[in-house]
């Protein structure tokens, strides 16, 4: 058995794409994006970084995808990173793609009822996003019977925008890796 099959991953997948959007120590970047590297390659040779123009954050591209390399960073460990969280789309970063992206990704979760907030963060000088909150919440309301909780909700709703692309995801309770958790 392959280190692929320890975690029911397809070793058939496409090229690699953004996974997961990590944030890790200010200066302490490349050093993070190593540390994420060493836990990543056994099972994805071919994985890489990107450091962004943003201190603190980077993004790991891989062949898998955001939630297999959180569940292979449980077993590793990572002290250069705060937390990391899967992507689950790449998007141009104006609101309509943004608003249509998140609920494409919602329409994957079946949870009725589900308890949700929205955190938004915006690294370009533009602060015309936060309206995109409010329309995102009323159709996930609407339209699929979620409940607004902002404090320990069932699922996270990510929207990194930044100048040239925004990195959206919607994260359930426990598939975000979290140093506060290894503490």
């Not at 015309?128 to 607004?148: F, N």
Request: with cysteine; glycine share 6%; aromatic share 8%.
């Amino acid at each position: 058995m392959s280190n692929l099959d320890t975690f029911g991953i397809d070793a058939n997948l496409n090229s690699a794409k953004p996974s997961v959007l990590a944030f890790v120590k200010k200066a302490r970047e490349r050093d993070a994006a190593i540390e994420i590297l060493d836990c990543i390659l056994p099972y994805d040779p071919n994985a890489k970084f990107r450091i962004l123009n943003i201190p603190g954050i980077i993004v790991i591209e891989s062949k898998l995808n955001g939630l297999e390399i959180i569940r292979i960073l449980e077993n590793c460990f990572v002290s250069q990173a705060k937390r990391i969280i899967p992507i689950g789309d790449v998007v141009k970063p104006n609101p309509t793609e943004i608003i249509n992206g998140i609920i494409k990704l919602a329409e994957g979760i079946k949870d009725g009822g589900a308890r949700f907030k929205i955190e938004l963060k915006s690294y370009d000088s533009s602060n015309t996003y936060k309206p995109i909150i409010d329309v995102i919440a009323r159709k996930l309301i609407m339209e699929k019977g979620w409940i607004v909780k902002l404090k320990e909700p069932d699922i996270t709703i990510f929207i990194h925008i930044f100048s040239d692309e925004a990195y959206i995801s919607i994260v359930k309770r426990g598939e975000m890796w979290e140093l506060k958790k290894y503490l």
